[in-house]
């Protein structure tokens, strides 16, 4: 059965700490993305990625890095230099075609105290 | 920047009622789509539309692109409580990009 892996589902950590947000697919799609949603915010993009080893910032990329070691996996490191980490990620995916739909994870809420 | 806007932004209706929310594009789209994300989950895909004036139906949901194919529209007959959640609409531009969505809740 074919989709997007997020993990954890919950995530806390102290102010100061860098954390790691984990999302593979197994839908052999090339495109990989990150967004982050706010109340009332909507998605917004961090990063996306759509072929291993190259990835593109999105328009709210500061404090965040990403790496494509492998075609499945596009974790994200939510870096302490970001000033308001708290939110719910979004991993999702596509087959990299133009204007395919993409395909999200169960997302991961990360609590920044 | 480009950007898609949705209104209304909240949307509360009584089961049975009909309602239409609206997405805006500040430039042409080649493509918009529809994704519905329920209470605590995350998006799903709905629907594309590509051409021009173009209209999907799904069961009690219509889609229509604009004939400028700058706006679009989703139509639900006769909500129900299984329509709660939160519709985006969203467009190419550099990447795809979200409009900041609909909550729709549903009085019963």
């Known amino acids: ?113 | 920047g480009q950007q898609v806007m949705q209104i209304p932004q909240y949307q509360h209706v009584q089961e049975g009622e009909d309602f239409t929310t609206y997405c805006n594009s500040s430039t042409t789209l080649s493509n918009i789509q529809w994704y519905k994300q329920r209470p605590g989950g995350h998006p799903v895909f709905l629907i594309q539309l590509v051409k021009s004036g173009e209209v999907k139906k799904q069961k009690r949901l219509t889609f229509q692109f604009g004939e400028a194919k700058k706006n679009s529209s989703l139509h639900i007959t006769a909500t129900q409580t299984t329509d709660v959640g939160t519709y985006f609409c969203a467009g190419p531009l550099r990447e795809l990009v979200f409009g900041k969505g609909m909550k729709l809740t549903v009085n019963p």
């Not at chain 1, 700490?17 to 917004?44: F, I, K």
């Not at chain 1, 910032?57 to 075609?71: C, Q, T």
């Not at chain 1, 302490?80 to 739909?101: E, M, R």
């Open chain 1, 1 to 113: 059965d074919g989709g997007i892996t997020q993990s954890p589902k919950y995530l806390f950590r102290k102010e100061g700490q860098n954390v790691t947000l984990s999302c593979e697919q197994n839908l052999n799609h090339d495109a990989m993305y990150w967004y982050r949603q706010d109340p009332g915010q909507g998605l917004r993009l961090i990063y996306y990625s759509q072929i291993v080893n190259d990835f593109q910032k999105g328009d709210i990329a500061e404090g965040y890095s990403v790496s494509r070691e492998k075609k499945e996996s596009f974790p994200l490191t939510v870096t302490s230099a970001q000033k308001n980490p708290t939110a719910f990620y979004l991993c999702a995916s596509s087959n990299g075609q133009t204007n395919s739909p993409l395909h999200f994870g169960n997302g991961t809420r990360l609590t920044v105290t």
